[in-house]
């Protein structure tokens, strides 16, 4: 079972004028493994994660107005990885990380 949460962006625009830079970002985290360009999907995996059926830990998922971040596992890498992204879109414009409740998570 995966975790779900939702990155929301105070200025939903910035997120459509600056989806190729968060890209670009994500390509060069350590985890990175597949760019999917046309469903808009990347995916990271940690190094050492076990066999599983998934070809992925995490999917980012890019929708008009925010981003999807689908989470199946997350050891250290995986974690290590989100704090560094979440933190660089945190240092360029104000968003907040949801659960499909409502419930502002910590990430």
Same mark, same amino acid.
């Given at each position: 079972?995966?975790?779900?949460?939702?990155?929301?962006?105070?200025?939903?625009?910035?997120?459509?004028?600056?989806?190729?830079?968060?890209?670009?970002?994500?390509?060069?985290?350590?985890?990175?493994?597949?760019?999917? %360009?046309?469903?808009?999907?990347?995916?990271?995996?940690?190094?050492?994660? /076990?066999?599983? @059926?998934? #070809?992925?830990? &995490?999917?980012?998922?890019?929708?008009?107005?925010?981003?999807?971040?689908?989470?199946?596992?997350?050891?250290?890498?995986?974690?290590?990885?989100? %704090?560094?992204?979440?933190?660089?879109?945190?240092?360029?414009?104000?968003? /907040?990380?949801? @659960?499909? #409740?409502?419930? &502002?998570?910590?990430?």
């Amino acid at each position: 079972m995966s975790a779900e949460r939702y990155i929301l962006f105070k200025d939903p625009k910035w997120l459509h004028e600056n989806e190729e830079l968060i890209t670009e970002n994500l390509e060069k985290l350590r985890t990175f493994v597949k760019n999917d %360009k046309v469903e808009k999907v990347i995916a990271l995996k940690e190094s050492k994660s /076990k066999e599983s @059926d998934w #070809d992925y830990d &995490v999917r980012f998922i890019f929708r008009p107005e925010y981003i999807f971040l689908e989470i199946s596992a997350h050891g250290p890498e995986i974690t290590n990885d989100l %704090k560094k992204i979440l933190n660089w879109i945190r240092s360029k414009t104000e968003i /907040k990380v949801q @659960d499909e #409740d409502g419930v &502002v998570s910590d990430w």
